[in-house]
């Protein structure tokens, strides 16, 4: 079983600066309390093929993550993949950003969940969950990227 999760939030912040602050996965922990923390390779802006490294925390339990960024046109698309080996991983995921005006952005957020193995059994708590939080998660980005 596989589902998807999304919010959809506005921030009062020009596009541009949404989006580069978004590219940098290295901000996710400003707004993703299970992320503990998170390098990029390579160093340098990101790209197609950056990939970010990650501990989280999710239901007590701690794992590594590796996202590849998949796509990337500023300052309106970034997309992602999940191709570490967990029981629950992101297989597609993505920001679309669009100007409202010159100073408002409206973010869509979304993340395809898929189980493997055990994960099979797992995945559908966790996208309950996901589900459950995206309007908060949505707010949660919005507050990091305006204090930025």
């Not at 340098?44 to 093929?49: E, F, L, N």
């Not at 698309?77 to 029981?87: A, G, H, P, Q, Y």
């Not at 973010?107 to 099979?120: A, D």
Request: charged content about 25%; proline content about 5%.
């Amino acid at each position: 079983m596989a589902g998807r999760f999304e919010a959809t939030v506005e921030i009062d912040r020009p596009v541009e600066e949404v989006f580069a602050y978004l590219a940098d996965g290295r901000n996710d922990p400003a707004f993703s309390p299970r992320v503990l923390e998170i390098t990029k390779t390579p160093d340098g802006p990101t790209a197609v093929g950056t990939v970010f490294t990650s501990t989280v925390k999710d239901a007590g339990m701690k794992t590594a993550r590796r996202i590849r960024i998949t796509e990337l046109r500023a300052p309106t698309t970034l997309r992602w993949t999940e191709i570490s080996k967990n029981l629950v991983t992101s297989a597609d995921g993505g920001y679309d950003l669009s100007a409202v005006s010159p100073t408002t952005t409206r973010l869509r957020i979304f993340n395809t969940l898929e189980g493997h193995g055990l994960g099979k059994l797992l995945v559908g708590l966790a996208l309950s969950a996901a589900r459950k939080d995206a309007p908060a998660f949505g707010r949660r980005i919005k507050t990091a990227v305006e204090a930025s």
